[in-house]
């Protein structure tokens, strides 16, 4: 064999019936190549990262997450206690306390009539659609559970999120369950989102003010207390350039993973491999990171159920 080339070999891989989720990752893992590859070690890192103790786990939570199916997985990771800080846009936190209020997320068509849905009080994202309704509920209940928890007239985000988590009853509730476990939410972009556009109407009527600098003093207290930092990234965006950005404080993330379907071509941060964040010492030179490029809604469930079964063992029936 030419003396520049790996020794390994790339193993076909196999599939049976009965096969579990880890398995076929291991078949994937023994592949080694192209996304199999990528997958299985995403699924390495992520397993390595939950039970190391002394890392520091941020979930960076972009794109629909909970729209798209995510919430109870990402809840049950909190309850767990496997991850340490959310970072997530607006939406998802909206999405969230839709489906707190008993609203549901609808499975539609892929090409509908737009004008139609408008008219009749139904918004999509992509083939997901959700009633107006639900977002005239959302108003209400947020301006009921704001007078009920507020006791001063300026918050910083995560201590009003934590606020109004504790007021849901909802145990698959991403907000709630953080609320209940200590887990913080940071939402930097919370503004971008219909939660946030409630909570500036509320602030108009009754003068509420976030304090993002305490946020921002929150985030890095945890950094700086950290032995070591893991980033789960599924998408990209602000919650992405957030988690690695307070990182960079110091020195950078030691692992991280993301999911993405964006490409680097253009130079977007979302579309970034996170080898390009050793560049500004947001991940560290010998850190261990993999870029996924596919659906996170698709990927990451598989690479959680692989861990957790590589964690805690086969689940038995």
Not at 85 to 95: D, F, M, S
Not at 138 to 152: F, Q, R, S, W
Not at 158 to 171: A, F, M, P, S, T
Not at 203 to 228: A, H, Q, V
Request: proline share 3%; net charge positive; charged share 25%.
């Amino acid at each position: 064999m030419n003396k520049f080339l790996k020794k390994e070999i790339v193993y076909q891989m196999n599939v049976k019936p009965n096969m579990t989720v880890l398995e076929l990752i291991e078949s994937m893992g023994l592949c080694g190549v192209l996304g199999a590859g990528r997958v299985a070690k995403a699924s390495k890192i992520l397993v390595e990262m939950f039970a190391d103790k002394g890392c520091t786990v941020f979930l960076a939570l972009a794109g629909p997450a909970v729209a798209g199916g995510l919430r109870n997985i990402v809840s049950s990771l909190v309850k767990m206690k496997l991850i340490d800080a959310i970072v997530t846009n607006g939406a998802n936190l909206t999405h969230d306390l839709i489906e707190a209020l008993g609203f549901k997320h609808l499975r539609g068509e892929e090409n509908p009539d737009d004008v139609q849905l408008s008219f009749k009080g139904v918004g999509r994202i992509g083939n997901i659609y959700i009633e107006e309704e639900a977002f005239k509920s959302l108003e209400k209940n947020i301006y009921d559970i704001l007078d009920k928890v507020l006791e001063k007239k300026v918050y910083p985000v995560y201590e009003l999120l934590e606020k109004i988590g504790l007021h849901i009853n909802d145990e698959n509730s991403i907000l709630a369950s953080a609320s209940k476990n200590g887990i913080p939410i940071f939402s930097p972009g919370i503004y971008d989102s219909m939660l946030g556009l409630h909570l500036w109407m509320y602030s108009r009527l009754k003068g509420l003010s976030l304090d993002f600098n305490k946020d921002m003093g929150k985030m890095y207290d945890i950094i700086f207390s950290s032995k070591r930092i893991g980033a789960i990234i599924l998408g990209g965006g602000l919650p992405k350039h957030f988690t690695l950005g307070a990182s960079m404080l110091k020195g950078g993330v030691d692992a991280a993973i993301q999911i993405t379907m964006d490409r680097a071509e253009a130079g977007s941060l979302s579309g970034a491999p996170l080898e390009e964040a050793i560049s500004w010492k947001k991940a560290k030179v010998k850190s261990k990171l993999v870029t996924v490029i596919g659906d996170f809604t698709i990927i990451f469930p598989l690479l959680v159920a692989s861990a957790l079964s590589s964690l805690y063992g086969e689940v038995k029936k």
